[in-house]
Nanobody, 115 residues
Framework: QVQLVESGGGLVQPGGSLRLSCAAS????????MGWYRQVPGNQREQVAV???????NYADSVKGRFTISRDNHQSTVYLEMNRLKPEDTAVYYC?????????WGQGTQVTVSS
């Protein structure tokens, strides 16, 4: 059974930082592309950052220079380091793993940026 478990969300002031983690089980983690997505109620889920199995990264323009995605294949964990957070970063953040037709999602973790 595949499980993706996110952690690290919470309430932070504008300009602050958070680090999200996503621990995967039930998959051969190293061969999967991993990503972080976010969704605000009423809006479509949007891609935030992706890291491929070979370590290539891609970021949404809105987070470039502020967010960093990384992975630890030994720990089967993907991270999202979020700096200089803005109120518009407020959303539920979801972890995703993808390999060809296999596509898995975590349950999401809430990030709220507010003073």
């Amino acid at each position: 059974q595949v499980q993706l478990v996110e952690s690290g969300g919470g309430l932070v002031q504008p300009g602050g930082s958070l680090r999200l983690s996503c621990a995967a089980s039930g998959i051969i983690f190293s061969v999967y592309d991993m990503g972080w997505y976010r969704q605000v109620p009423g809006n479509q889920r949007e891609q935030v950052a992706v890291i491929t199995s070979t370590g290539r990264t891609n970021y949404a323009d809105s987070v470039k220079g502020r967010f960093t995605i990384s992975r630890d294949n030994h720990q089967s964990t993907v991270y999202l380091e979020m700096n200089r957070l803005k109120p518009e970063d407020t959303a539920v953040y979801y972890c995703n793993s993808r390999l060809r037709s296999s596509d898995y999602w975590g349950q999401g973790t809430q990030v709220t940026v507010s003073s």
